[in-house]
Protein backbone atom coordinates (compact mmCIF):
# COMPACT_ATOMS: atom_id res chain seq x y z
CA UNK A 1 0.00 0.00 0.00
CA UNK A 2 1.01 3.33 -0.69
CA UNK A 3 1.44 6.51 1.97
CA UNK A 4 -0.99 9.41 0.94
CA UNK A 5 0.94 12.65 1.66
CA UNK A 6 -0.85 16.22 1.17
CA UNK A 7 0.86 19.36 0.52
CA UNK A 8 0.46 22.90 2.13
CA UNK A 9 -1.33 23.86 -0.71
CA UNK A 10 -3.80 21.14 -0.77
CA UNK A 11 -4.24 21.21 2.93
CA UNK A 12 -5.40 24.47 2.72
CA UNK A 13 -7.77 24.12 -0.32
CA UNK A 14 -9.17 20.79 1.14
CA UNK A 15 -9.80 23.53 4.32
CA UNK A 16 -11.23 26.07 2.23
CA UNK A 17 -13.45 23.49 0.64
CA UNK A 18 -15.19 22.29 4.10
CA UNK A 19 -15.66 25.82 4.93
CA UNK A 20 -17.08 26.73 1.91
CA UNK A 21 -19.88 23.58 2.08
CA UNK A 22 -20.78 24.07 5.24
CA UNK A 23 -21.45 28.30 5.30
CA UNK A 24 -23.08 27.91 1.52
CA UNK A 25 -24.68 24.43 1.91
CA UNK A 26 -24.73 23.39 5.59
CA UNK A 27 -22.89 20.64 7.62
CA UNK A 28 -24.13 17.69 5.57
CA UNK A 29 -22.69 18.84 2.28
CA UNK A 30 -19.65 19.89 3.85
CA UNK A 31 -19.51 15.90 5.57
CA UNK A 32 -19.91 14.53 2.27
CA UNK A 33 -16.94 16.52 1.24
CA UNK A 34 -14.89 15.19 3.88
CA UNK A 35 -16.12 11.64 2.85
CA UNK A 36 -15.88 11.45 -0.53
CA UNK A 37 -11.98 13.02 0.07
CA UNK A 38 -11.39 10.18 2.10
CA UNK A 39 -13.00 7.32 -0.10
CA UNK A 40 -10.39 8.73 -2.71
CA UNK A 41 -7.51 9.02 -0.83
CA UNK A 42 -8.35 5.03 0.61
CA UNK A 43 -8.60 4.34 -2.81
CA UNK A 44 -5.10 6.08 -3.47
CA UNK A 45 -3.38 4.18 -0.70
CA UNK A 46 -4.29 0.78 -2.53
CA UNK A 47 -4.34 1.63 -6.31
CA UNK A 48 -2.09 5.21 -6.74
CA UNK A 49 -2.47 5.25 -10.53
CA UNK A 50 -6.34 5.09 -10.10
CA UNK A 51 -7.13 8.50 -11.51
CA UNK A 52 -6.45 9.73 -15.17
CA UNK A 53 -3.95 11.64 -16.47
CA UNK A 54 -4.77 15.43 -15.71
CA UNK A 55 -4.57 16.97 -19.76
CA UNK A 56 -3.90 20.24 -18.61
CA UNK A 57 -1.12 19.24 -17.04
CA UNK A 58 0.21 16.66 -19.76
CA UNK A 59 3.91 16.35 -20.82
CA UNK A 60 5.05 17.33 -17.08
CA UNK A 61 7.67 15.56 -15.09
CA UNK A 62 6.47 13.78 -12.72
CA UNK A 63 3.17 12.87 -14.20
CA UNK A 64 -0.09 14.35 -12.90
CA UNK A 65 -2.98 12.56 -12.22
CA UNK A 66 -6.71 13.85 -11.66
CA UNK A 67 -9.95 12.48 -9.36
CA UNK A 68 -13.02 13.86 -9.43
CA UNK A 69 -14.24 14.64 -5.66
CA UNK A 70 -17.77 15.58 -7.71
CA UNK A 71 -18.37 17.37 -10.88
CA UNK A 72 -17.22 20.87 -10.02
CA UNK A 73 -14.16 19.64 -7.86
CA UNK A 74 -11.10 17.18 -8.48
CA UNK A 75 -7.71 16.13 -6.74
CA UNK A 76 -4.36 16.44 -8.41
CA UNK A 77 -1.66 14.33 -7.59
CA UNK A 78 1.21 12.26 -8.43
CA UNK A 79 2.87 9.29 -7.26
CA UNK A 80 6.12 8.45 -6.68
CA UNK A 81 6.51 4.86 -7.64
CA UNK A 82 10.09 4.55 -5.98
CA UNK A 83 9.40 5.87 -2.39
CA UNK A 84 5.43 4.24 -3.00
CA UNK A 85 4.26 7.83 -2.11
CA UNK A 86 0.93 9.36 -3.58
CA UNK A 87 1.49 13.46 -3.12
CA UNK A 88 -1.92 15.33 -3.32
CA UNK A 89 -1.07 18.57 -4.94
CA UNK A 90 -4.56 20.39 -4.75
CA UNK A 91 -8.10 20.16 -4.89
CA UNK A 92 -8.91 22.32 -8.04
CA UNK A 93 -12.51 23.87 -9.01
CA UNK A 94 -13.07 23.01 -12.36
CA UNK A 95 -15.17 26.17 -13.22
CA UNK A 96 -11.55 27.97 -12.76
CA UNK A 97 -9.42 29.25 -16.05
CA UNK A 98 -7.17 26.63 -16.81
CA UNK A 99 -4.33 28.42 -17.29
CA UNK A 100 -4.57 28.98 -13.42
CA UNK A 101 -3.84 25.29 -13.25
CA UNK A 102 -0.33 25.41 -15.11
CA UNK A 103 0.54 27.85 -13.15
CA UNK A 104 -0.75 27.28 -9.97
CA UNK A 105 1.33 23.61 -10.43
CA UNK A 106 4.96 23.39 -10.39
Not at 15 to 28: A, D, N
Not at 53 to 78: C, D, Q, V
Request: charged fraction near 30%; hydrophobic fraction near 40%; glycine fraction near 4%.
Amino acid sequence: MATVKWTDQAKAARKTLYLQGFIKFGYFTAKKYAERIETIADRLERFPELGYREPLLEGRTPTYRASHINKRFKIIYWYDDVSNVVIIEDIWDVRRAPQNLTTKIK
